[in-house]
T-cell receptor, first 117, second 115 residues
Framework: GAVVSQHPSRVICKSGTSVKIECRSL??????MFWYRQFPKQSLMLMAT?????????EQGVEKDKFLINHASLTLSTLTVTSAHPEDSSFYIC?????????????FGQGTRLTVV | AQKVTQAQTEISVVEKEDVTLDCVYE???????LFWYKQPPSGELVFLIR??????QNEISGRYSWNFQKSTSSFNFTITASQVVDSAVYFC????????????FGSGTKLNVKP
């Protein structure tokens, strides 16, 4: 099946620094990728939709200047958490879908656990 | 409004027991899709099943079975003869056809299968 890979799987950073998380579709082209955030023992909440070649669409309440999304190619989207603070510590997970127009599955990456100290 | 409710926060069973995870959803759409995902401790989401709202047939896949009841807006998941490897958090999710972006996830049910 289709594979979505996230890197890194775990990252610890100091408060005030920026962290970049990569999401790659390994064996298919993804015009659209999605970024979710999951707080401990809670569900996944969609943060933004990443569109190849255009600006990301952010969900209400998500700071676009805080969470920078770049979808530079059909196989790569990056999420940069800028000036990270301890409250940004969370599990971030991306997903990608093969086609914009078909009802295909969204495959999820393995997630990135961010800890800001 | 779309909403998925998984009332069971955590369930513990002993290996070989059967267990049912409940999922109740709310939507005004006539066409929608329901999903179950498994999240093992490693964190990734593993796709288990997708069900179209027009297909109310129950499905069985090995030890897994799903009971879709439109009349009660439920999409329950049963694991027969549970195994320790089934221990994970299970998420039920709803997705509308006009918005392929958005999954509405339930809060998840943590299943602990003890040997």
């Amino acid at each position: 099946g289709a594979v979505v890979s996230q890197h890194p799987s775990r990252v610890i950073c100091k408060s005030g620094t920026s962290v970049k998380i990569e999401c790659r579709s390994l064996d298919f082209q993804a015009t659209t990728m999605f970024w979710y955030r999951q707080f401990p023992k809670q569900s996944l909440m969609l943060m933004a939709t990443s569109n190849e070649g255009s600006k990301a669409t952010y969900e209400q309440g998500v700071e676009k200047d805080k969470f920078l999304i770049n979808h530079a190619s059909l196989t790569l989207s990056t999420l940069t958490v800028t000036s990270a603070h301890p409250e940004d510590s969370s599990f971030y997970i991306c997903s990608a879908r093969m086609s914009e127009y078909m009802n295909t599955e969204a495959f999820f990456g393995q997630g990135t656990r961010l800890t800001v100290v | 409004a779309q909403k998925v409710t998984q009332a069971q926060t955590e369930i513990s069973v002993v290996e070989k027991e059967d267990v049912t995870l409940d999922c109740v959803y709310e939507t005004r759409d006539t066409t929608y899709y329901l999903f179950w995902y498994k999240q093992p401790p490693s964190g990734e989401l593993v796709f288990l099943i997708r069900r179209n709202s027009f297909d109310e047939q129950n499905e069985i896949s090995g030890r897994y079975s799903w009971n879709f009841q439109k009349s009660t807006s439920s999409f329950n998941f049963t694991i027969t003869a549970s195994q320790v490897v089934d221990s994970a958090v299970y998420f039920c999710a709803l997705r509308a056809p006009y918005n392929f972006n958005k999954f509405y996830f339930g809060s998840g049910t943590k299943l602990n299968v003890k040997p």
